[in-house]
Structures are given as structure tokens and as C-alpha cells.
T-cell receptor, first 114, second 117 residues
Framework: GDSVTQMEGPVTLSEEAFLTINCTYT??????LFWYVQYPGEGLQLLLK?????DKGSNKGFEATYRKETTSFHLEKGSVQVSDSAVYFC?????????????FGAGTRLAVHP | EAGVVQSPRYKIIEKKQPVAFWCNPI?????LYWYLQNLGQGPELLIR????????DSQLPKDRFSAERLKGVDSTLKIQPAELGDSAVYLC???????????????FGPGTRLTVL
């Protein structure tokens, strides 16, 4: 079935470091891909998305590019801040089998230190 | 704009007891979702409502779980009786149906953390 695999955390970085969180997926055709973020004590928030191959989603300095050839959607940020500390979830909506049915990865915790 | 509201935020019960969670979606959002999030895992969809109708409840364990969305607004998720393995975070989300390819943006509440002793 459709699934998402993320790199295990926690990822610990110093402020202003470069961030990469790896995400790969298994799905038929061209699913839509998402990154959600969960700050402590808050609900999940959509960070960015891409709906077709080679699309780049971006928001708040974060970017991810939909790579069909490697079935990947890695999250990157050039310079992280302490306020970026959160849990990041990669997710997909399959092309069939349920409109709006989000399938999540296990999440990657990011801790940024001053 | 108020977000998705869930209550209670925390609940501790003994096994075999019943428990209920309540969700108030964002005003005007016709689609409502309940997700289960086990510790260290991503959320998994339990049930999705379009207005009052449950259009996807294939992952809901119907022997002990039930849900309702009267009048197409608020929703309640119930477990009876609760088991130790039900300890998790129960998330509610809502969205507006746009028909956009790639799905509608879902807005999540903070969740209810259930502990079954």
C-alpha cells in the first residue's frame, strides 16, 4: 500500500545550520506530497505542499522538491532558528483510494540550539 | 479566525471505562476528520465526514469506537469500553471541500491525549 518513510530523529542542530530531513514515499502514480509541522502544544500545521513532479513547495524559508525519479520530497532550510524546533511530518494523498486521505510518515523531531 | 477546538485536552481513565472526545471544527468547514496518533508515529485516519455523512470509516474499529456529527458541525468520538492499547492522541481536523487536485488543506486541532490505566 501507499506509505511514507522519514529519517529518524531527533535531529539536533545549532542555530543558522543547514537542515535536511529526508522523506521518501511509495505510491501509485503521482500522489500529492506535504510537509506538516507540529510545534509543542499545538496542532499540526501545513508547512508546504507539491502536487506534481518537479514542483517546489516553499514557506517560511523551508523548501521541498517533488522528485518522481527518486520518489522523494526532502525538506530543506538554509539557516534554522531556535523557533524551528518542532516535529516535522511528511505526508501524501494518494491518487486513488480516498480523496483527502492523508498518509503520514512517523515524524522527525528537530531541536535547534542557540 | 478560531481554529479547531478539541476537548478535553487530557483524559485519564481506567480500562473498560467509556470515554468521549469532542471536536468543534473551523466555522464553515464541511469536512471533518478524526485521526489516531500513537506515540512516535504519524496520525492515521479513523473517520472522515462530509457534512453529516461518514464517507470513509474503514479504519474505525467499530466494535468499540463510534462517532457522530450531528447537524454537520460538532463531532464526538466515543470509545466503549477503553483498552490499554487505546492510549494515544486523538486528533480532529477540518477542511473546506474545493475539489482541487491534490486535496484540501486540513487544519488540525491540538488533540486529546488519552491515557488508559
Amino acid at each position: 500500500g501507499d506509505s511514507v518513510t522519514q529519517m529518524e530523529g531527533p535531529v539536533t542542530l545549532s542555530e543558522e545550520a543547514f537542515l535536511t530531513i529526508n522523506c521518501t514515499y511509495t505510491a501509485t502514480g503521482y500522489p500529492s506530497l506535504f510537509w506538516y509541522v507540529q510545534y509543542p502544544g499545538e496542532g499540526l500545521q501545513l508547512l508546504l505542499k507539491a502536487t506534481k513532479a518537479d514542483d517546489k513547495g516553499s514557506n517560511k524559508g523551508f523548501e521541498a522538491t517533488y522528485r518522481k525519479e527518486t520518489t522523494s520530497f526532502h525538506l530543506e532550510k538554509g539557516s534554522v532558528q531556535v523557533s524551528d524546533s518542532a516535529v516535522y511530518f511528511c505526508a501524501l494523498i494518494p491518487i486513488s483510494g480516498g480523496y483527502n486521505k492523508l498518509i503520514f510518515g512517523a515524524g522527525t523531531r528537530l531541536a535547534v540550539h542557540p | 479566525e478560531a481554529g479547531v477546538v478539541q476537548s478535553p485536552r487530557y483524559k485519564i481513565i481506567e480500562k473498560k471505562q467509556p470515554v468521549a472526545f469532542w471536536c468543534n471544527p473551523i466555522s464553515g468547514h464541511n469536512t471533518l476528520y478524526w485521526y489516531l496518533q500513537n506515540l512516535g508515529q504519524g496520525p492515521e485516519l479513523l473517520i472522515r465526514y462530509e457534512n453529516e455523512e461518514a464517507v470513509d470509516d474503514s479504519q474505525l474499529p467499530k466494535d468499540r469506537f463510534s462517532a457522530e456529527r450531528l447537524k454537520g458541525v460538532d463531532s464526538t468520538l466515543k470509545i466503549q469500553p477503553a483498552e490499554l492499547g487505546d492510549s494515544a492522541v486523538y486528533l480532529c481536523a477540518s477542511s473546506v471541500t474545493t475539489g482541487t487536485s491534490g486535496g484540501d488543506t486540513q487544519y488540525f486541532g491540538p488533540g486529546t491525549r488519552l491515557t488508559v490505566l
